[in-house]
Each structure stands twice: as C-alpha cells, then as structure tokens.
C-alpha cells in the first residue's frame, strides 16, 4: 500500500469494516472512521484509529472528514443487510443503502477523493442456480436490499464514466467467523447470520434455532451458501485499495470461496465443534431467500493474487464461537 494511502471507512465501527480498518493499519495504511453506531461499536474500533460520529449519508460531514484528513479513498460499508427484512421495509433499505450511498459518493467525488471501494452482496444475482455464479451472470435480485446494492453499483458505473473516479465493487457471499486473535467479531445487537445465531443457541442463549424452508431444490432442502470468512474478505479489501492506489481499473468481483453449505450442514458443524446438538425448529420459508448462492471467485483470486487463510467451515464455526463466547464481557 501506498505510504500516503488514507482510507475513510463509512461503516468502520461495524463487523466487517473494524475488519477491514484493522487489516489496512497492517498494510502500512492511515486510517478514519465514520459510523453513526446504529449497529456498529466503539469498542471495534482499532486502538488509535479516529472514530467520527455521524451518517456515511451526510454530504456535509463527510467533506469535513476528507479534507481533514486528507482522504485518497473511501471504502463503503455503512448500510442495511438483511434480505428478508427488505421484503417488509424496502423503503427503508432504498432510504439507507441507495440515498445514503449517493450522498457518500458524491461528498467523494466533490473532495477529490478518486478511489472507491463497495461493500457490495450476491444479493443482486438473485436466484442465479446451484453452479458458482460468474460475474457475468446477469443481475436479477429478488428482494429490496439486492436492489439497493445493486443500484449503487449502477450509480458507481455511471460516476465513474462522468469523473476521474475508480472504483472496485466486491460482491460478497455469506461472511461468518471473527478475528482470530479475537479483537473483533459480530457485535449487533439482534443476530441475523445463521453461524451466530446457531453459536448463540450452542451457548444457551437461544431455546432454539429456526431453519427457514426444509423444501428449496437442493440436496437436503435447505438454503446453500458460500460462507467466507470476514478475515479473508478484509484482506480483499486491502488488495482493492492496494490495486486503484496502483493505478488499477474499475473492477466488479465476487468474493467467495467457490463451494457452499447447506442450513443443515452448518448446524451438523457447530453441533461437532461444540460436541453438543442443537434444538431445531423447522419453520416456512423467508420471503426473498434464494435457494443457493455460490461463488466463482477465479476472478479475485487471479487480478488481485488473493489466497483466502481460513477456507474451511469448521475453522469459521470456531472463530465465530470463542468470538461470541467473549462478547457479552467485552462489549458490557
């Protein structure tokens, strides 16, 4: 990374962009943060890094910041995140995800600011198949928060075609896990990931544990996804930043490590981790839940040289439970 690289993070009290905050500071890069801690924590923050308080939204707010800091990139990953809860307040997702992000990209452009990277979702394939999903394959989401990605991702092409302005959008699949050295992890306080929600039940702080739709075409009729760990996704980031500091182009980019996991295989592994079976509950399917989503990541590993450290579920499962097991006394 470039010695003078300084990286605004919208988003950077958050699960994945403390990640991403403390994997740049590794990488030699200065960091700020701007998240109003509507889900984020001030204790996520790496020690040092200064935390900004406000809305990623706030055109205003953040042109202070980048002047002030002499910001050369913005890495974006303030917004909304679950599918289901989009089907019932899409206005909300469109108001936090879409609006916000043109106000962001905006202050960037309007501060000189010329490298961007977005947190973007598989969301915006929608119901794209069993087989790893390319970046070619068209955009169909099914739900307002792929949408809303989505249509972020149109207003990043089109700013980039009217500006001096690159950017690198990385689409993720299901991010799970936690820092290793268990300095950051999930913190929000309503759990909505499928490995934390089955760690919390391993831990007895759920009854139970639902499984959403038991009839979906895949092998055992649960819902298939491509768990990443969130230690492997900020080291992507850093590579991101890493290659528009270099002069790279614009690049859209899935980020997965190309093989999935059914509901029930998750639960089979936190039951052998945790040497203890899980109380189930079969419940009807969520609205906007594809079936599978898989990622082929060839193009990520190949342009940015990326080798993921923590691809294997069991690995995850881990990270995820000591993280959760420490959480109630780090964040009291």
């Not at 958050?14 to 700020?32: D, N």
């Not at 969301?123 to 198949?129: K, P």
């Not at 799970?176 to 934390?196: F, K, Y």
Request: aromatic share 6%.
């Amino acid at each position: 990374m470039a010695d003078d690289a300084v990286v605004l993070i919208a988003g950077g009290a958050g699960y994945i962009g403390s990640h991403a905050a403390r994997a740049l500071l590794e990488a030699g890069s200065r960091v700020v943060v701007v998240d109003d801690l509507s889900t984020g924590h001030r204790r996520l923050v790496p020690p040092g890094v200064p935390l900004i308080e406000g809305s990623a939204g706030d055109r205003e707010l953040v042109g202070r910041v980048i002047a002030g800091f002499g910001v050369t990139a913005v890495m974006h990953f303030a917004g909304s995140i679950v599918a289901p809860a989009s089907v019932s307040q899409p206005l909300a997702y469109y108001g936090n995800n879409t609006v916000n992000s043109h106000a962001l990209i905006d202050a960037a452009i309007a501060g000189g600011v010329r490298r961007f990277i977005f947190s973007s979702t598989a969301a915006v394939y929608g119901n794209a198949g069993g087989a790893p999903i390319t970046e070619a394959e068209p955009p169909a989401p099914i739900n307002p928060y792929g949408t809303s990605k989505l249509m972020t991702e149109w207003m990043l092409r089109d700013a980039a075609a009217a500006h001096d302005f690159r950017y690198v959008a990385l689409r993720y699949f299901n991010v799970a896990g936690a820092d290793p050295g268990g300095r950051s992890g999930q913190a929000a306080a309503e759990a909505t990931h499928l490995i934390r929600l089955a760690c919390q039940t391993a831990l007895g702080r759920r009854s139970e544990l639902s499984i959403f739709g038991t009839d979906y075409p895949t092998p055992d009729g649960t819902c298939v996804r491509d768990y990443i760990h969130v230690s492997d996704l900020a080291d992507a980031h850093v590579l991101a930043c890493r290659h528009l500091h270099d002069g790279g182009g614009t690049r859209v980019l899935n980020c997965g490590y190309g093989h999935g996991a059914s509901v029930r295989e998750v639960i089979a592994t936190v039951e052998r981790v945790t040497g203890r079976p899980l109380p189930v509950r079969e419940a009807p399917r969520r609205p906007g839940d594809p079936a599978s989503l898989v990622a082929d990541s060839a193009a990520l590993r190949r342009l940015f040289d990326w080798r993921p450290r923590f691809d294997d579920l069991p690995t995850i499962v881990r990270h995820a439970l000591a993280w959760e097991e420490r959480l109630p006394a780090l964040l009291a």
